[in-house]
């Protein structure tokens, strides 16, 4: 018989500094190689190999191969949640370089969190929705509002083939703005939506993205007021 949970191997894992930036590295959903992360972490690449082991050992992250190369990723869903849960509780690491600050902005004004948006961008979009009465928010939760079929059905989301294992609407405080922004399954939908048609792009060595043009003349018409200031 089991008794209370044990959350100190993971809280272990995650203490150190090392780990705690692979595993960053990953929250934006993709699968990475081990030099990858090791350039990221700022490591040896045998060093690297050292904490991916520990990291899939404790059940944080999963591997993955493709012939001779070996891919890293988040484990599942709920592992991402609790980084993202912890990130809303955690302080922001000082700048030390002009590299880091540059970055530091970026994620700010937008990024992947896994498979949706966060950042001020998608504060403002969560707040277009909002507006448009695709979501409502009542008890300090979201829920699909009178008009999500028709606003999110211009953008090409179908709300009704949402995958039904896990919530359609969730919501999670935004780290970098202190404010409530839209995850759960209309949030990956909507982010997929965004890169498939090039309204946002990645940028490199980070998981922060940047609204295109094309991007923001499409939240204009469809959703006046959501995309942020330039």
Request: hydrophobic share 45%.
């Amino acid at each position: 018989m089991a008794a209370d949970v044990d959350i100190a191997p993971v809280a272990a894992l995650l203490g150190d500094p090392t780990r705690a930036a692979i595993v960053s590295a990953l929250h934006d959903g993709r699968a990475l190689p081990a030099g990858e992360l090791a350039r990221r972490a700022r490591i040896s690449a045998s060093t690297a190999s050292a904490h991916l082991a520990r990291l899939v050992d404790g059940g944080l992250l999963a591997l993955e191969r493709s012939g001779r190369h070996r891919y890293f990723r988040l484990a599942n869903d709920d592992v991402a949640h609790a980084i993202e849960s912890l990130a809303a509780i955690s302080p922001r690491k000082p700048a030390r370089s002009l590299r880091d600050a540059t970055i530091g902005e970026a994620l700010s004004e937008g990024r992947t969190c896994y498979d949706h948006l966060a950042g001020r961008l998608r504060v403002a979009l969560t707040a277009g929705l909002l507006r448009e009465c695709a979501l409502t928010e009542r008890d300090g939760s979201f829920m699909l509002g009178p008009r999500a079929a028709t606003v999110l059905g211009r953008i090409g989301v179908d709300v009704q083939g949402l995958p039904p294992h896990r919530p359609a609407v969730l919501r999670c405080l935004d780290w970098s703005v202190r404010r409530p922004h839209l995850s759960g399954a209309l949030g990956a939908a909507v982010c997929a939506r965004a890169l498939e048609r090039r309204w946002i792009e990645r940028l490199p060595t980070s998981r922060a993205v940047r609204l295109t043009p094309a991007g923001r003349t499409a939240l204009a018409s469809l959703l006046p007021r959501a995309a942020p200031p330039t």
